[in-house]
Nanobody, 118 residues
Framework: QVQLVESGGGSVQAGGSLKLTCAAS????????RGWYRQVPGKDRELVSK???????KYAESVKGRFTISQDNGQNLLYLQMNSLKTEDTAMYYC????????????WGQGTQVTISS
């Protein structure tokens, strides 16, 4: 069973930075799409950033220029570097990885909380 574990969340002031890390077990980042979503209570989960199967990246408009997704192939880790954080970035952040022979399934981590104060 695929296991994704996020870390790196926390509380920082607006303008600060955080780097989220997703560690995968029984899964190898690289073939299928993988990325980060976030959710605030009462709202739908939204895509923050993703690395597609072809290696291209996608970012939500609200985080473009501030967040960077990357991965460490050797350590099998997925990262989300978040700079110039805003209060509206406050959310639970989830690592997601597509799985299956056709990348048809989504595997989710338990999430890591990010709280930005003004």
């Amino acid at each position: 069973q695929v296991q994704l574990v996020e870390s790196g969340g926390g509380s920082v002031q607006a303008g600060g930075s955080l780097k989220l890390t997703c560690a995968a077990s029984r899964y190898r980042f690289g073939y299928c799409g993988r990325g980060w979503y976030r959710q605030v209570p009462g709202k739908d989960r939204e895509l923050v950033s993703k690395i597609n199967r072809d290696g291209s990246t996608k970012y939500a408009e609200s985080v473009k220029g501030r967040f960077t997704i990357s991965q460490d192939n050797g350590q099998n880790l997925l990262y989300l570097q978040m700079n110039s954080l805003k209060t509206e970035d406050t959310a639970m952040y989830y690592c997601v990885a597509e799985s299956g022979s056709r990348c048809e399934f989504n595997e989710w981590g338990q999430g890591t909380q990010v709280t930005i104060s003004s």
